[in-house]
């Protein structure tokens, strides 16, 4: 009689999926009776890889768009109840988290033109985010001179929903379209990328196809923001658990996360199908960088600027450096990395304290890129410098950079979500704006009892803005221009 051995990590994966199923299960029972419209409602208008052949340019998928939004208004809109109970849910017409009381609608795709521009950009948002979150970025590369094509992913700034059925190829055909139009749109001038989360997964894939395929023009440069670069070995199990919906009764599984939807540019729940898509993703990037290194080991990537938050709970520093930077070509890539606030977390506060990877970072003469810290001039200082080490030495090199800056009182971090918007951000920004009729879900200090709140506390804890923005912009600026003109 034989007997099939399990191997210790199979094994952890084997108990974690039984885990997750029967806390499904048990969430969930027969159905999930929070599901409401924007869970459950398919919408058809959705761009998808089987549509590339007719929606050839941008101005076919914007036309898909007014289509898909359409859809969007009779199969969810209608069927959403208004009135002052509804205030804050976000498809309920006319309530403070309704995108349409803000125009433009920035959960669409856009472009910023120019007669003679000096270059282009293409700038790819997050994982049930939207165009919105590169807003900022995407008017000052503007002001610069550049044709800036912010692109809606598919599956995203509609309902949440459109995740549940988002193939990885409906993103990538769509970000192939997207690039394509965008360089003939500005002849013969560079191309940049700029990517946040998933959308910077979405542009190593695209520049990895590009730099393989004579037909597609690669970029100059890649900024890329709180990268999706590794994730937990889990996220393989997504898909098992979405097939699993489909069972009379079960269709409450297809959700890792339900909440209230009163974001007007970003998806609180969250669906399996999301997750077994960024986990493909990140495995596909992870490959084609390792071909790239054995065929192509003078130009793996062009130059890249990663920004993020040293503690982030969605990627971790260790996976940017190990996983991407540490494979790509010396003397060409900068990692920028926001610390925490050393002011006002102490030991006892942290989880987990990153202090030992800053150090790491900072003695490791083996690192072919350079690092830039931005952190505390002191301990006891809430103003932030800019310590910037060069690849392959020990050490910051000169007085650090005095920026301007300190930190708000009682953040102790920034957060995966925060680096690309600005703390004068009318949404999620420092301060309520004034005049504005639309939601506010910037810096919330609520207090009161448990599940008063409309709002989960734990998404209330979450820094929603980047203090320190204004690095974020700069760096980015200068980053494009340098590789603009050095672009044959």
């Known amino acids: 009689m034989s007997s099939i051995q399990t191997h210790a990590p199979l094994k952890s994966i084997i108990y974690c999926f039984i885990s997750i199923t029967l806390l499904s299960l048990s969430l969930y029972g027969c159905g999930n009776s929070s599901l409401k419209p924007w869970h459950t409602e398919k919408l058809t208008e959705e761009f998808t890889e089987d549509k590339a052949t007719?929606?050839?340019?941008?101005?076919?998928?914007?036309?898909?768009?007014?289509?898909?939004?359409?859809?969007?208004?009779?199969?969810?809109?209608?069927?959403?109840?208004?009135?002052?109970?509804?205030?804050l849910i976000r498809y309920s017409s006319?309530?403070?988290?309704?995108?349409?009381?803000?125009?433009?609608?920035w959960n669409r795709s856009f472009e910023m033109t120019h007669a003679e521009p000096v270059g282009g950009v293409l700038l790819l948002h997050g994982m049930s985010d939207s165009p919105y979150s590169l807003r900022a970025l995407a008017l000052s590369l503007h002001e610069e001179g550049y044709q800036v094509m912010g692109l809606r992913l598919p599956g995203n700034g509609t309902a949440p929903s459109g995740l549940r059925y988002v193939r990885l190829p409906d993103m990538v055909a769509a970000v192939k379209l997207a690039a394509k139009n965008l360089t003939n749109e500005i002849d013969k001038k560079p191309i940049h990328v700029v990517g946040y989360s998933i959308g910077a997964a979405l542009a190593l894939n695209y520049t990895i196809t590009a730099l393989n395929d004579e037909n597609l023009k690669a970029p100059a440069s890649l900024t890329l923001l709180s990268p999706a670069i590794r994730v937990s070995p889990t996220a393989a199990l997504a898909r098992t658990t979405d097939l699993l919906s489909n069972l009379p009764g079960l269709n409450g599984l297809a959700w890792l996360n339900v909440m209230p939807e009163f974001d007007p540019y970003k998806y609180n729940s969250f669906p399996a199908n999301a997750g077994d898509v960024t986990y493909k993703l990140t495995k596909s990037v992870m490959k084609g960088i390792a071909v790239r290194r054995r065929q192509n080991p003078d130009n793996i990537l062009p130059p890249t600027l990663v920004l993020k938050s040293v503690v982030d709970t969605?990627?971790?520093?260790?996976?940017?450096?190990?996983?991407?930077?540490m494979l790509l070509n010396?003397?060409?890539?900068?990692?920028?990395?926001?610390?925490?606030?050393r002011t006002a977390a102490t030991d006892l506060l942290l989880t987990e304290n990153p202090g030992p990877l800053n150090e790491r970072l900072l003695a490791d003469n083996t690192l072919p890129f350079s690092v830039t810290f931005i952190a505390n001039e002191t301990d006891?200082?809430?103003?932030?410098?800019a310590r910037r080490k060069a690849p392959f030495s020990d050490a910051p090199a000169g007085a650090p950079e005095k920026l301007g800056l300190e930190w708000p009182p009682y953040v102790i971090s920034l957060s995966h979500v925060a680096i690309p918007f600005a703390p004068d951000d009318p949404l999620y920004g420092r301060y309520r704006p004034t005049n504005q009729d639309g939601v506010y879900l910037g810096e919330l200090a609520l207090r009161g009892e448990n599940g008063l709140s409309t709002i989960p506390p734990q998404w209330l804890l979450r820094m929603r803005y980047n203090p320190f923005y204004k690095v974020v912009s700069e760096r980015t600026l200068d980053w494009i221009n340098q590789a603009n003109t050095k672009d044959p």
């Open 330 to 341: 010396k003397n060409k890539h900068e990692l920028i990395l926001f610390d925490i606030n």
């Open 54 to 87: 007719e929606v050839q340019t941008f101005d076919d998928y914007q036309k898909l768009e007014d289509r898909l939004f359409r859809e969007l208004e009779i199969k969810v809109y209608s069927k959403t109840d208004t009135g002052p109970e509804n205030k």
């Open 94 to 105: 006319g309530s403070r988290s309704d995108p349409l009381i803000r125009q433009p609608n």
């Open 380 to 385: 006891e200082s809430p103003a932030v410098v």
């Open 314 to 325: 969605t990627v971790t520093t260790d996976a940017v450096v190990d996983n991407l930077l």
